[in-house]
């Protein structure tokens, strides 16, 4: 099983990074997670800083560790645009850059973007098939619903990109069941957020299902599951913090009609809850919400607890064909993040 880490950087809408000195602390955490054996890192994206960018940055502060976004927002950027950016970042990596895209919600993408929402399994579709063209040297040449290459009625052609060529991994996170038949059959990874081993089939069977039409086996395709880490004797006292960070998740993380983190757990049997607590949220009752959410669903859902807990999930996500943990670790300096990675590499190590 290979370990993934999330970069602590500006990535949520919350922190501000101003202080260049800043990102030489995110490059500095880059290359100690590198020297520590971590398979990749990965950058996010809300509407503060976007996720392309430091990876950049991070390209030239290190040698191996892949670099992924975790997630680029479907519907903010253009096929073209994309294409030209994952093979400059591969250029600049030797190699090392995975494309992640994700539909984002509604209020994001239309609120913040001014792209319409709508039918965004078929725009990441599309996307991915465009990118996959483009990356290869295919001219650009494309009739969907979203994408039309060149645009019909208009005075382009159809082009192939100038740059070097490279293979892009593409990667979806995805959690509605058509979105996970269209990433098992068109994917290099899953990013797959909301994830409980125990009721993790609900997910992996609908991968499956794309996996088969396109031929190939869950072997054929990356499932990296993000989760926190958290060691600690007083499991309960942390799993409580944990399970409160949930209820902004149900509350405010898309709209009432859609929101596709609340859909995922209630299809794994939470479904009555994180109606409840979605109800509480929008009527402003917030603390009343975040003390519904459950212990259990954030012990499930990530690794809390003492080594001996923590190893024994590590193997249920091994059991599961999962290859990929991508671990927001603790701490709030490089020390105390490269300690806890360090801790998990070896229990890690121990399962191998």
């Given at each position: 099983?290979?370990?993934?880490?999330?970069?602590?950087?500006?990535?949520?809408?919350?922190?501000?990074?101003?202080?260049?000195?800043?990102?030489?602390?995110?490059?500095?955490?880059?290359?100690?997670?590198?020297?520590?054996?971590?398979?990749?890192?990965?950058?996010?994206?809300?509407?503060?800083?976007?996720?392309?960018?430091?990876?950049?940055?991070?390209?030239?502060?290190?040698?191996?560790?892949?670099?992924?976004?975790?997630?680029v927002q479907v519907g903010s950027r253009t096929p073209g645009n994309l294409v030209m950016t994952s093979l400059t970042l591969q250029s600049m990596s030797g190699g090392r850059f995975i494309l992640g895209l994700g539909t984002s919600g509604p209020q994001v993408i239309e609120g913040f973007h001014g792209v319409t929402f709508g039918n965004p399994v078929l725009r990441t579709k599309e996307l991915l098939e465009i990118i996959k063209m483009g990356v290869s040297g295919e001219k650009l040449q494309y009739q969907g619903k979203y994408y039309q290459l060149p645009l019909d009625g208009g005075e382009g052609k159809s082009i192939r990109t100038s740059a070097?060529?490279?293979?892009?991994?593409?990667?979806?996170?995805?959690?509605?069941?058509?979105?996970?038949?269209?990433?098992?059959?068109?994917?290099?990874?899953?990013?797959?957020?909301?994830?409980?081993?125990?009721?993790?089939?609900?997910?992996?069977?609908?991968?499956?299902?794309?996996?088969?039409?396109?031929?190939?086996?869950?072997?054929?395709?990356?499932?990296?599951?993000?989760?926190?880490?958290?060691?600690?004797?007083?499991?309960?006292?942390?799993?409580?913090?944990?399970?409160?960070?949930?209820?902004?998740?149900?509350?405010?993380?898309?709209?009432?009609?859609?929101?596709?983190?609340?859909?995922?757990?209630?299809?794994?049997?939470?479904?009555?809850?994180?109606?409840?607590?979605?109800?509480?949220?929008?009527?402003?009752?917030?603390?009343?919400?975040?003390?519904?959410?459950?212990?259990?669903?954030?012990?499930?859902?990530?690794?809390?607890?003492?080594?001996?807990?923590?190893?024994?999930?590590?193997?249920?996500?091994?059991?599961?064909?999962?290859?990929?943990?991508?671990?927001?670790?603790?701490?709030?300096?490089?020390?105390?993040?490269?300690?806890?990675?360090?801790?998990?590499?070896?229990?890690?190590?121990?399962?191998?």
């Amino acid at each position: 099983m290979k370990i993934a880490v999330r970069s602590f950087s500006g990535v949520r809408s919350d922190l501000s990074w101003s202080d260049p000195s800043d990102w030489n602390q995110i490059a500095d955490f880059a290359k100690e997670a590198e020297s520590l054996g971590a398979d990749s890192i990965w950058t996010s994206e809300a509407w503060g800083t976007d996720a392309i960018t430091p990876l950049a940055y991070l390209a030239a502060s290190t040698t191996k560790i892949r670099l992924g976004t975790g997630i680029v927002q479907v519907g903010s950027r253009t096929p073209g645009n994309l294409v030209m950016t994952s093979l400059t970042l591969q250029s600049m990596s030797g190699g090392r850059f995975i494309l992640g895209l994700g539909t984002s919600g509604p209020q994001v993408i239309e609120g913040f973007h001014g792209v319409t929402f709508g039918n965004p399994v078929l725009r990441t579709k599309e996307l991915l098939e465009i990118i996959k063209m483009g990356v290869s040297g295919e001219k650009l040449q494309y009739q969907g619903k979203y994408y039309q290459l060149p645009l019909d009625g208009g005075e382009g052609k159809s082009i192939r990109t100038s740059a070097k060529t490279w293979h892009v991994p593409v990667y979806v996170a995805s959690l509605g069941p058509s979105n996970l038949e269209m990433t098992g059959e068109k994917a290099d990874g899953w990013i797959g957020g909301c994830f409980i081993p125990e009721t993790g089939n609900v997910f992996l069977d609908k991968i499956k299902e794309g996996l088969f039409r396109s031929g190939r086996s869950i072997e054929d395709i990356d499932i990296l599951i993000p989760v926190s880490l958290d060691f600690t004797d007083d499991v309960e006292e942390t799993a409580k913090r944990h399970a409160r960070g949930y209820g902004f998740t149900f509350g405010a993380m898309g709209s009432v009609k859609n929101n596709f983190y609340k859909n995922a757990y209630a299809r794994q049997g939470y479904g009555e809850i994180v109606d409840v607590v979605q109800k509480l949220w929008v009527e402003g009752r917030r603390e009343e919400a975040r003390d519904m959410v459950p212990n259990e669903l954030a012990l499930r859902s990530n690794l809390i607890g003492t080594d001996k807990m923590i190893k024994e999930r590590l193997l249920l996500y091994k059991n599961l064909g999962v290859s990929t943990l991508k671990v927001d670790l603790p701490g709030d300096d490089i020390a105390s993040k490269s300690d806890a990675l360090g801790r998990l590499m070896d229990l890690v190590s121990d399962l191998d």
